[in-house]
């Protein structure tokens, strides 16, 4: 039996065309016990979720940017790989906010239904790089926090959180690491290699203050549920010297942002960069509202 | 499962329920189809609440575009045989390891080319990033040949969870199923 597209094999059995990308799939959370704690406030457990999922499906986006685009095919398969597993934690924690939230929105409304502003990741994630040298800077930089929160998240009292941060712990693990070796293979290889990795350490540095800010949500959740970011600053700052350290690059001085008055990411004030992500993001959901593809 | 809840309806009977196991541990891995889901570990339990059969699944990986996929399966295969309103539902809590694929699933695998995992790291998370450059998993066995003088040649692969070494003896390439 012959098939024009790879999709209608996968699909024979089921009518069903969609593999891994587009809208409308089964939710991840079918079945799961998604009740809100007691004690635990709802609203602001669904705004702590909407942010570490923010975080995820930003960051998944503009490594998805990197496809055919990475200077090997391997490398390719790799930040498509991290991409995927983002993906997975942000329609997790998503999926999460809208049950807590009482709203019942799912994964695709909060991805392709939400302007600019009502996205909460911090600025680290939507950042461009200017080649993959910055690439690797900020992923060593996301996947050390990350992995810093996420592991604390493990013992949240909310079981979802818990359940979520124990899986995405193993993944960002093998995420840090690899940009930790390319880091590392970068800062080793040639004069050029070397002064683009320290640019892209460069590019990064002004973004990483506010990694370390406790937010509205964190704070009305406390740390029994949501671990305090500024708990997180000696765990990330002593991997980070320890790679920089094998590599031979300092890290850099660099000012805070100075155009952000105080306001962050998570407070919803995006660069300019954020707003030309969510309309690629958002672009078919917006010309065909209710499609699924 | 509760003894009273699966005698108490002949629809979900002992024989019944042993049945509807039998066909959710065949259902193979979309991905990896020469394993059942059984063979990797995902399957974590099938039991019977009233007349309803529910299935419990574990996705390997929080992004595991194959778990939309094997839900459907599963749940078509039992219609099938005419449990009809089966309920699969996903276990998030304890995350899947590599360590739960089977023996038989391990054996299954190598038979395909493809190098089964070792033993999942205990290093503890947020630990100390490692400072020298691999070439992968020392000793990793060639599927092929048989050789340990294998090298990695790719962090990532196909699937998110594989990555890809070559042996140096017999120049074949191969997947290997990393350790989580």
């Known amino acids: ?293 | 499962m509760s003894p009273a809840r699966t005698t108490a309806t002949p629809g979900a009977g002992p024989l019944a329920l042993a049945r509807a196991r039998d066909i959710a541990e065949s259902v193979p891995d979309p991905e990896l189809p020469m394993l059942t889901l059984s063979d990797l570990g995902i399957l974590r339990g099938v039991t019977a609440e009233g007349q309803r059969i529910v299935v419990a699944l574990t996705p390997t990986y929080s992004g595991c575009p194959a778990l939309h996929e094997m839900r459907g399966d599963v749940a078509r295969r039992l219609a099938a045989a005419g449990f009809a309103d089966a309920e699969i539902r996903t276990v998030l809590s304890p995350a899947w390891s590599s360590d739960w694929i089977t023996a038989a699933g391990r054996r299954k695998l190598a038979a395909a080319g493809i190098a089964p995992p070792g033993p999942a790291p205990r290093r503890p998370a947020g630990g100390p990033v490692p400072l020298t450059l691999t070439a992968g998993r020392p000793g990793l066995r060639c599927p092929a040949c048989g050789s340990r003088d294998t090298t990695l040649t790719a962090a990532f692969s196909a699937t998110a969870c594989k990555d890809l070494y070559r042996c140096q003896t017999c120049a074949e390439p191969f997947e290997h199923v990393k350790e989580i």
């Open chain 1, 1 to 293: 039996m012959g098939f024009d597209t790879a999709y209608e094999a996968i699909a024979e059995d089921t009518g069903d065309q969609r593999w891994a990308f587009g809208t409308g799939f089964a939710d991840p959370l079918a079945g799961v016990d998604t009740t809100v704690p007691d004690g635990v406030p709802a609203a602001d457990l669904a705004a702590y979720c909407l942010m570490l999922g923010d975080d995820a499906l930003i960051m998944s986006h503009r490594l998805q940017e990197w496809l055919a685009r990475a200077p090997e095919l391997e490398e390719e398969t790799a930040l498509a790989n991290i991409a995927l597993d983002l993906l997975g934690q942000a329609r997790l924690l998503l999926s999460r906010a809208g049950r807590a939230d009482g709203t019942g929105r799912d994964e695709d409304a909060y991805a392709f239904g939400r302007a600019g502003h009502e996205f909460r990741n911090v600025t680290l994630a939507e950042a461009t790089d200017a080649d993959f040298g910055g690439l690797t800077a900020r992923l060593l930089v996301f996947s050390t926090w990350r992995l810093a929160l996420l592991t604390r998240l493990r013992s949240s009292r909310d079981p979802v959180l818990a359940a979520v941060a124990a899986q995405g712990v193993r993944e960002i693990t093998y995420h840090r690491d690899y940009a930790a070796q390319w880091l590392l293979r970068l800062a080793g290889g040639t004069d050029h290699s070397r002064a683009r990795i320290a640019a892209g350490l460069a590019a990064v540095t002004p973004l990483t203050a506010e990694l370390f800010e406790i937010s509205d949500p964190e704070r009305a959740l406390g740390p029994a549920v949501a671990p305090d970011p500024a708990g997180l600053r000696a765990e990330v700052g002593t991997v980070l010297a320890a790679v920089l350290e094998q590599a031979g690059l300092a890290w850099p001085d660099a000012p805070g942002r100075p155009d952000m008055a105080g306001r962050r990411g998570r407070d919803g004030v995006h660069t300019e960069a954020m707003g030309q992500l969510v309309a690629e993001l958002q672009e078919v959901a917006r010309a065909l509202p209710g499609a699924t593809w």
